[in-house]
């Protein structure tokens, strides 16, 4: 990651073709579910919109146009909390437990 954010070349080579290809997939996926909202995240979220607009492009290239162009995407904050915030949640909804 620290070579990309450092203007590496051929590592942004790498993660524009990985973002390409992340984004054809979900762009096959939002064909089926037209979602409002799509959150990337994981250890490569820290490169921000290096990662998001080869995705943004896939997505566009590979969905629905009216699909494509109104699905938002968005990089997680939650970083590496994401896993324990997930799995609380799942036992608060099992539970019966609400935030509201």
């Known amino acids: 990651m620290r070579n990309c954010l450092a203007g590496d070349s051929a ?4 993660v524009d073709d990985a973002g390409l290809a992340v984004g054809r997939a979900l762009g096959n996926v ?3 579910i037209n979602p409002e909202v799509i959150v990337v995240g994981g250890p490569l979220a ?3 919109d290096l990662l998001l607009d080869p995705i943004r492009r896939g997505l566009v290239r590979h969905a629905v146009p009216v699909v494509g ?3 938002h995407l968005a990089m997680s904050s939650l970083g590496a909390r994401a896993e324990a915030l997930g799995a609380a949640a799942l036992v608060f909804q099992h539970a019966g437990i609400t935030g509201r």
């Open 46 to 48: 820290g490169l921000g």
């Open 30 to 32: 939002s064909n089926l």
């Open 69 to 71: 162009e109104t699905t």
């Open 11 to 14: 590592t942004q080579r790498v």
